[in-house]
């Protein structure tokens, strides 16, 4: 219970003051997040993708078979909650913005610093693998629901070719599979300072949308996408685990990764394509405010052998 208390104060304690301040930044000054929101969509998470894959050391193999296991972990999270979903009588903007919050989670500043501290170095190498394959996803199809809850599909497809992240992530395969393994200096120190400002800017962001939270309505969706996102997932990362063979470390990344909350990009991707901000908001409050329970679970079952 111990160590479980001192996840909660080292990892999610520093993440709500950083909220905290865009909260403030709100209330006190009229911020509004709407051009925040645009910063990160076009600039910094582009950045943090690029960096994430370009400067890692990660063997071929084993980054490929904990990508594609990740992969099939959110179709299988996106299959499931639009099954669950769709029978539901709601807009196209709120199915297209609950959808996108089941499996865009928050494999950075979430996952990224509680496997680290949960389970050590080699995990968070996995950590890193995780998060840019959900980038990837998050990037492509989280851009394609989003824009088709008020879009066609032809201009979908199209929404996805227009984002900048996809082709951050091409760039950043393309130097590495030509064996560029260094960038010129200043190309460098230019993608490394804003990928080290986008993982703030999000939490500033997640408090400027705090700032003009309202009580939540919609309790259907809102429990629907958070029992999905928090529990129904990483059920599935166990079984998928399985399914790649992933053990150790891996398999311990990959699961509690599996379990993270919604991420900050949902409202990024709610406010790009005018699905439902509030709505987005609402999914990331809840699953945050509840993940360091369920996380604290995950992590004492795997640290006990117990899954």
């Known amino acids: 219970m111990h160590d479980l208390l001192n996840i909660f104060i080292d990892n999610m304690i520093p993440v709500l003051a950083i909220a905290a301040v865009g909260v403030v930044l ?3 000054l009229d911020i509004r997040p709407a051009k925040i929101s645009s ?3 076009y600039v ?6 690029f960096n994430a894959l370009y400067t890692r050391e990660i063997s071929g193999g084993e980054f490929l078979r904990v990508y594609f296991a990740t992969l099939a972990l959110l179709a299988a999270v996106g299959i499931f909650a639009f099954i669950c979903l769709r029978p539901q009588k709601v807009k196209p903007g709120e199915f297209a913005t609950t959808l996108v919050a089941t499996f865009v989670f928050n494999g950075a500043n979430f ?3 509680i496997v680290s501290f949960a389970f050590g170095a080699e995990a968070l190498t996995y950590a890193v693998i995780i998060y840019i394959a959900g980038s990837t996803v998050a990037w492509t199809l989280g851009v394609y629901v989003s824009s088709n809850g008020t879009a066609s599909m032809l201009e979908s497809f199209q929404s996805v070719l227009r984002t900048p992240v996809v082709y ?15 960038l010129p200096p200043a190309l460098d120190r230019t993608s490394q300072l804003l990928a080290d400002a986008s993982i703030p800017l999000m939490l500033v962001l997640l408090g400027l949308q705090l700032g003009g ?23 599935a990362g166990i079984f998928v685990a399985a399914l790649f063979s992933l053990e150790g470390a891996a398999r311990s990344a990959f699961i509690l990764q599996a379990g993270m909350p919604t991420a900050v990009l949902t409202i990024i991707l709610a406010y790009e394509f005018d699905t439902d901000s509030d709505l987005a908001l609402s999914l990331i409050m ?3 405010f509840i993940s360091p329970i369920t996380l604290s679970v995950i992590i004492y079952l795997l640290g006990n052998g117990l899954i």
């Open 111 to 113: 996952g990224i610093s």
């Open 39 to 41: 910063m990160m969509f």
């Open 44 to 49: 910094f998470s582009p950045a943090l993708a």
């Open 286 to 288: 809840t699953t945050t």
């Open 213 to 235: 939270f309202r009580k939540p309505d919609r309790l259907r969706l809102l429990l629907s996408g958070t029992a999905i996102r928090l529990l129904i997932a990483p059920l």
């Open 168 to 182: 951050a992530l091409v760039a950043a395969f393309g130097l590495k599979a030509a064996g560029i393994d260094e």
């Open 26 to 28: 709100r209330r006190r």
